[in-house]
């Protein structure tokens, strides 16, 4: 499975984004889907994640109310809607696999497929 983020760029604090992540070449049946962000000089970051089938859901405490995690079968996506920017979001965003158990879904280092990263700028 390949994966595809888009959707970043700069927007101002309060605004708006949705992140993609598309999926080729295989199904994300057996997977959950997570977003994870990286900001200059920090640690990959746990945003949110998705179990394709099933649909359990889960956000980082700082982004839950703000953002929305989705998925679309038809189009093989993941879809991050990230509202109420705040300049504490700006970072680079990844989407990845895994088949880990939901209880570890945090953990960055049990994903795979990595996707090759989108930037989010929130800046006044």
């Known amino acids: 499975v390949q994966l595809q983020a888009s959707g970043g760029g700069l927007v101002h604090p309060g605004g708006s984004l949705r992140l993609s992540c598309a999926a080729s070449g295989g199904t994300l049946n057996s997977y959950s889907l997570g977003w994870f962000r990286q900001a200059p000089g920090k640690e990959r970051e746990f945003v949110s994640a998705?179990?394709?089938?099933?649909?359990?859901?889960r956000y980082a405490d700082s982004v839950k109310g703000r953002f929305t995690i989705s998925r679309d079968y038809a189009k093989n996506t993941v879809f991050l809607q990230m509202n109420s920017l705040k300049p504490e979001d700006t970072a680079v965003y990844y989407c990845?696999?895994?088949?880990?158990?939901?209880?570890?879904?945090?953990?960055?280092?049990?994903?795979?497929?990595w996707g090759q990263g989108t930037q989010v700028t929130v800046s006044s």
């Open positions: 998705i179990r394709w089938s099933g649909g359990n859901i």
């Open positions: 990845a696999t895994t088949r880990i158990v939901w209880g570890l879904i945090e953990d960055h280092k049990h994903y795979g497929n």
